[in-house]
């Protein structure tokens, strides 16, 4: 029933933005706090950023800070994560989740790839 769909992944130059959006279906959204991981090949699954449900407190790991901007609109369900300058290192496939009634929730996941 819980649905999480990512989109918005893709090509882009190094210093370039991609803006990735979670929709979420299946669950009272604004209830939950919603993370974004990463996973690197031969890498382990890394979390990138978390919003807490209403959206007032945000977490980043330190490599992403100052750069990426997790958000959320409750009346659109979605989840969003701005990644401005971007570099090669952040290319990775990118997950939506969130622990929903008690179940770690995950997307399938969108690539985003850095590179000249």
């Known amino acids: 029933q819980v649905q999480l769909v990512e989109s918005g992944g893709g090509l882009v130059q190094p210093g370039g933005s991609l803006r990735l959006s979670c929709a979420a279906s299946?669950?009272?959204?604004?209830?939950?706090?919603m993370n974004w991981y990463r996973q690197r090949p031969g890498e382990e699954r890394e979390l990138v950023a978390a919003?807490?449900?209403?959206?007032?407190?945000?977490n980043y790991a330190d490599s992403v800070k100052g750069r990426f901007t997790i958000s959320r609109d409750n009346a659109k369900n979605t989840v969003y994560l701005q990644m401005n300058s971007l570099k090669p290192e952040d290319t990775a496939v990118y997950y939506c989740?969130?622990?929903?009634?008690?179940?770690?929730?995950w997307g399938q996941g969108t690539q985003v790839t850095v590179s000249s």
């Open positions: 299946g669950f009272i959204f604004s209830r939950y706090a």
């Open positions: 919003i807490t449900g209403i959206g007032g407190n945000t």
């Open positions: 989740n969130g622990r929903i009634r008690g179940r770690s929730e």
